[in-house]
């Protein structure tokens, strides 16, 4: 493959490098923080934890995650994206490794920020690859960009999967669910492993001078509606996927469907690539990230309205098959409105109000579910954040500036 462009031949192998570099949205965000919802319940049973310092846990995953977004485009300028992507890949395995060490409040809050902050590094230096690898071919820009964030499913997928079936196997050792975490950090060490591979192609495909380009100068300001709008995603989404299982553990959901439930929401992040590749590439403006935005807020609310078997698999699949084309339709957002050299400030913009929306969310939500109306009304609370975003992101027009 030359390093400028890919032609029409080469389409084969840009999907096969976008889904290997898939797996690093499957750490980042598919393990290192998803996988917790499944762990909070017995977690929070065993170590005696309210909902507040149970949503906690992935306040301080969202402050890390804000902290590492921070330092990327400094790293970024040092070591490039590749490095970046890999050694924050490798890290997240180990601090997730760690959390089945400790049972005291303190050190665990401590590893889900560390492996929050490694999180960042993963996901924002893979998220720039994708959106390079889509540059060189325009018309499947949004296929890829959807290929490499729906690699979250891959990890919700196989969370839904590892988390229930090492809780069975450790049911007899104490704190059970640390050997969950230990699964967990080995099947992210074997996909850190693959990534390898689509690290050192794309680090040879890409042209040497744009791989450390951090867009010294970005303003921000031309883009707040899309920015407050996905903030409010921030906070209304991650309140669903932290406590939806506990809220179909508290409706008396049997185990089996729980995980045919987690299982079923990550297939259809997978699903989501293709379902909306062609939103993502024609909408230029903040209308993707509002309609995306008002479809997730139905999906939250749709549990707390009935515990109706199918209208809970509902929720999962419509939840699953939007909220990471929402964090697509962001990224597209910025190839269609900013010049290539501006890309990695855009990116770590839109992921720093990210991770300040998250930080507010669990907590808020966990709060809100220790009062009167429990689960319910939290996640009642996620569906307005959700729709407030939408309503934001409307008001985002395209920019004049052309990439």
């Known amino acids: 493959m030359p390093r400028s ?10 999907t ?5 570099l898939s797996l690093g949205a499957a750490v980042s965000l598919g393990i290192t923080r998803f996988a917790y919802g499944l762990l909070l319940p017995t977690m929070r049973e065993d170590l005696g934890w309210s909902y507040a310092l149970a949503g906690a846990m992935n306040t301080a995953n969202a402050l890390g995650y804000l902290l590492g977004a921070l330092a990327t485009p400094w790293l970024l300028r040092r070591q490039g994206p590749e490095r970046v992507l890999l050694g924050g890949a490798v890290l997240a395995s180990l601090f997730m490794a760690c959390s089945g060490f400790f049972t005291e409040a303190a050190p665990l809050l401590m590893q889900r920020l560390l492996a929050g902050a490694a999180s960042a590094l993963v996901f924002i230096a893979g998220g720039l690859m994708a959106a390079r690898l889509g540059a060189l071919q325009p018309g499947r820009s949004g296929w890829l960009l959807g290929l490499y964030y729906g690699g979250t499913g891959w990890g919700i997928a196989l969370s839904a999967w590892a988390v229930p079936e090492a809780l069975q196997q450790a049911v007899h050792e104490a704190h059970a669910w640390r050997w969950a975490w230990w699964a967990l950090a080995a099947v992210s060490l074997l996909a850190s492993a693959a990534l390898w591979w689509p690290a050192r192609r794309l680090a040879a495909l890409l042209p040497p001078a744009t ?4 867009g010294r100068g970005f303003d921000p300001r031309p883009l707040w509606p899309a920015l407050a709008g996905y903030t409010a995603f921030g906070v209304g989404y991650i309140g669903y996927m932290t406590f939806v299982v506990a809220l179909l553990r508290e409706q008396g959901v049997a185990p089996e469907r729980i995980t045919l439930f987690y299982a079923l929401l990550g297939a259809a992040v997978l699903a989501s690539a293709r379902l909306w590749a062609g939103l993502l590439e024609r909408a230029r403006g903040g209308g993707a990230l509002a309609f995306l935005n008002g479809l997730l807020g139905l999906a939250a609310l749709l549990p707390a309205l009935s515990n109706w078997w199918p209208a809970l698999l509902l929720s ?3 939840f699953g098959g939007v909220f990471l084309s929402v964090v697509a339709s962001t990224t597209a957002l910025v190839r269609h409105n900013l010049p290539a050299s501006r890309w990695a400030a855009g990116i770590s913009a839109f992921t720093i109000v990210f991770a300040a929306g998250q930080i507010v969310g669990p907590t808020a939500v966990g709060w809100i579910a220790d009062g009167p109306g429990g689960l319910v009304r939290g996640l009642v609370f996620s569906a307005l954040a959700l729709w407030v975003g939408a309503l934001l992101a409307w008001r985002q027009r ?4 052309s990439p």
């Open 5 to 14: 462009t890919l032609g029409a031949s080469a389409a084969l192998p840009a």
């Open 16 to 20: 096969l490098l976008a889904l290997a």
């Open 211 to 214: 791989v450390g380009a951090t």
């Open 316 to 318: 999962g699949l419509m």
């Open 398 to 401: 395209p920019l004049s500036t």
